[in-house]
Each structure stands twice: as structure tokens, then as C-alpha cells.
């Protein structure tokens, strides 16, 4: 059973940056599969962030979040790293890990992940 665990939410300024981590364990080293974060803000729709697969390092981001946000996986522990950049006000949600099968082409497809954490906060004030 793999088990997604997040952490390294929190509150910042306008501008300023948070590290979020999802250790993922189960899975061993030779296991081929892709973590991705999504968020859900009050109100709205679950969305993918960004996502990456361990064995091609192939990622994939939302349009709101490229040259911001940058994920980074760690295949050895195997845990997935989101550095959060020039946060804005509009980032603020409840942000989710999610686990799944290795694909080529890394998506936002919920279907896709078979694993979710159980979500970790970020609020961003102006």
C-alpha cells in the first residue's frame, strides 16, 4: 500500500516562497510511477499543479504556475519536492499529493493517481 504524506505548507507574504514535500512510501526504488500535486480552493475545482514520473523525470505544470513553481523528485526516498516561487494571493488553497502509475506523458487525469495524501495548507496574503 503506498501512502502519500505531505508537508511544508504554511503562511506567507505576496512574493515570498514555501517548499512542500510528499513522501511517498511503499514504493521501492525500481518502481516506476508519477507523484503530482493538485490544489482546491475554497469554492473550486480541483486542479492540477505539477507533476513529474520517477524513471524519465518527464513533468508537466498548470499555465498559472510555470516559471514559478518547480517540482523535483527524489527517487531514493522516493519523495517529490514542489518549490512554491513569487507565491500570490491566488495560490492560497489546500494543496494535495497524489501517486499513481509511470506514464510517458504526465497528466492532470485524477483517474490516473491511485494514492492521495491527505493535503496540506498554503495561504498566501497580499
Known amino acids: 500500500q503506498v501512502k502519500p504524506v505531505e508537508a511544508g505548507g504554511g503562511s506567507v507574504q505576496a512574493g515570498g516562497s514555501l517548499r512542500l514535500s510528499c513522501a511517498a512510501s511503499g514504493y521501492t526504488f525500481s518502481d516506476y510511477y508519477c507523484m503530482a500535486w493538485f490544489r482546491q480552493a475554497p469554492g473550486k475545482q480541483r486542479e492540477g499543479v505539477a507533476t513529474v514520473c520517477s524513471r524519465t523525470g518527464n513533468t508537466n505544470y498548470a499555465d498559472s504556475v510555470k516559471g514559478r513553481f518547480t517540482i523535483t523528485p527524489d527517487n531514493a526516498k522516493p519523495t517529490a519536492y514542489l518549490q512554491m516561487n513569487s507565491l500570490k494571493p491566488e495560490d492560497t488553497a489546500m494543496y494535495y499529493c497524489?501517486?499513481?502509475?509511470?506514464?510517458?506523458?504526465?497528466?492532470?487525469?485524477?483517474?490516473?493517481?491511485?494514492?492521495w495524501g491527505q493535503g496540506t495548507q498554503v495561504t498566501v496574503s497580499s
Open positions: 497524489a501517486t499513481g502509475p509511470g506514464t510517458w506523458h504526465p497528466t492532470f487525469n485524477e483517474y490516473e493517481y491511485n494514492y
